[in-house]
């Protein structure tokens, strides 16, 4: 059983910073790629930052230069750095990692930004 848990949420005012965590727990081989998306109210699940095995990074373009994705493999976790923070980053942030040929999902953690 394969469970993603996500932590480091909460509420910060503009120009704040934060940093998420995505623990993967379970029986795990390998974990490949691994990202975080995020869901605003009222909107669809958007990608944030995806990071493959070998630390290849990749970001939407409205959070390039402020959210930072990383690793550590040895602990099957995936962070995401999110600084300078704005009012429209205001979502749920779920992590997901793909484990084989399956894509596994967290339960999400809320960011609220606002002064």
């Known amino acids: 059983q394969v469970q993603l848990v996500e932590s480091g949420g909460g509420l910060v005012q503009p120009g704040g910073s934060l940093r998420l965590s995505c623990a993967v727990s379970?029986?795990?081989?390998?974990?490949?790629?691994m990202g975080w998306y995020r869901q605003a109210p009222g909107k669809e699940r958007e990608l944030v930052a995806t990071i493959t095995r070998g630390v290849t990074a990749n970001y939407a373009d409205s959070v390039k230069g402020r959210f930072t994705i990383s690793r550590d493999s040895a602990k099957n976790t995936v962070y995401l750095q999110i600084d300078s923070l704005k009012p429209e980053d205001t979502a749920v942030y779920y992590c997901?990692?793909?484990?084989?040929?399956?894509?596994?999902w967290g339960q999400g953690t809320q960011v609220t930004v606002s002064s």
């Open positions: 997901n990692a793909g484990i084989g040929i399956k894509v596994y």
């Open positions: 379970g029986t795990i081989l390998t974990v490949n790629a």
